[in-house]
């Protein structure tokens, strides 16, 4: 019987380039994020998912991934983390150009333009995500889906719109049949800044929302994930103080 798990699952923070005049102060993307990794920290949470656009560009430099990477370290559970369409895995990509791998052996960057999975046998786990090389209409985020482990949960990450039939003009489409028949146990989304429950047959989706914005409400989202094998996936969005 697999074991419980606690997931907290966010998207679409948007770190910015810090400008020489704001330096010394936390932007409200930034103080989101830590706001996020205290929540992990505080729910003792098993693992962090990171579902696109972590950084609202690729012109972020050494002082974001710095800024990410003394967040990171403050965990101890496995964090995973794809590219979205704002941060894709282009050639000029900062998941390219700084190696997410050296923050930490908890720290797993999916970034294989074909898909790939993390396995976390202590956890009973599988954890599947691809790179996000260039946002448009041929892209499928859901292509290249793996099979599930047998006796472990299996978790996915994609970036891109759910909609009704691949007939809308948008780019990177995900259908509710790809949900349905992906076989996964949660489906971790991101693109949409907005707590939207998108789950279909056996498989439970949602998009967390933008963790904070300067428009909107003055409070963090997130949602957080509970994987119980006797009653099954739950999802709860969370609004953070």
Same mark, same amino acid.
């Given at each position: 019987?697999?074991?419980?798990?606690?997931?907290?699952?966010?998207?679409?923070?948007?770190?910015?380039?810090?400008?020489?005049?704001?330096?010394?102060?936390?932007?409200?993307?930034?103080?989101?994020?830590?706001?996020?990794?205290?929540?992990?920290?505080?729910?003792?949470?098993?693992?962090?998912?990171?579902?696109?656009? =972590?950084?609202?560009?690729?012109?972020?430099?050494?002082?974001?991934? &710095?800024?990410?990477?003394?967040?990171?370290?403050?965990?101890?559970?496995?964090?995973?983390?794809?590219?979205?369409?704002?941060?894709?895995?282009?050639?000029?990509?900062?998941?390219?150009?700084?190696?997410?791998?050296?923050? &930490?052996?908890?720290?797993?960057? =999916?970034?294989?333009?074909?898909?790939?999975?993390?396995?976390?046998?202590?956890?009973?786990?599988?954890?599947?995500?691809?790179?996000?090389?260039?946002?448009?209409?041929?892209?499928?985020?859901?292509? &290249?889906?793996?099979?599930?482990?047998?006796?472990?949960?299996?978790? &996915?990450? !994609?970036?891109?719109?759910?909609?009704?039939? /691949?007939?809308?003009?948008?780019?990177? =489409?995900?259908?509710?049949?790809?949900?349905?028949?992906?076989?996964?146990?949660?489906?971790?989304?991101?693109?949409?800044?907005?707590?939207?429950?998108?789950?279909?047959?056996?498989?439970?989706?949602?998009?967390?929302?933008?963790? /904070?914005?300067?428009?909107?409400?003055?409070?963090?989202?997130? !949602?957080?994930?509970?994987?119980?094998?006797?009653?099954?996936?739950?999802?709860?969005?969370?609004? =953070?103080?």
């Amino acid at each position: 019987m697999r074991r419980a798990l606690r997931i907290v699952h966010t998207s679409d923070v948007h770190l910015q380039p810090r400008s020489a005049s704001d330096s010394d102060s936390s932007s409200i993307e930034e103080t989101a994020f830590i706001q996020i990794v205290d929540h992990v920290l505080e729910e003792k949470a098993d693992a962090l998912l990171v579902a696109g656009d =972590l950084f609202d560009s690729n012109r972020v430099g050494e002082d974001e991934f &710095g800024f990410v990477e003394t967040q990171l370290r403050r965990l101890s559970c496995p964090v995973a983390l794809i590219p979205g369409n704002h941060d894709c895995f282009d050639e000029q990509s900062i998941y390219r150009r700084f190696d997410f791998r050296t923050v &930490g052996p908890h720290v797993h960057p =999916l970034t294989a333009e074909e898909g790939e999975i993390i396995r976390l046998p202590d956890l009973e786990l599988t954890v599947w995500g691809k790179g996000l090389v260039e946002h448009e209409p041929a892209n499928r985020p859901m292509a &290249g889906l793996s099979d599930p482990d047998p006796g472990h949960w299996f978790v &996915g990450m !994609a970036h891109g719109f759910v909609v009704p039939d /691949r007939r809308e003009l948008r780019s990177s =489409l995900i259908t509710p049949d790809e949900i349905a028949d992906s076989g996964l146990d949660y489906l971790a989304l991101g693109h949409i800044h907005v707590f939207r429950d998108v789950s279909e047959g056996p498989t439970r989706a949602c998009y967390p929302g933008a963790p /904070r914005t300067a428009h909107g409400p003055q409070t963090v989202r997130l !949602a957080m994930v509970s994987l119980d094998p006797f009653s099954g996936v739950a999802v709860e969005e969370r609004n =953070l103080d």
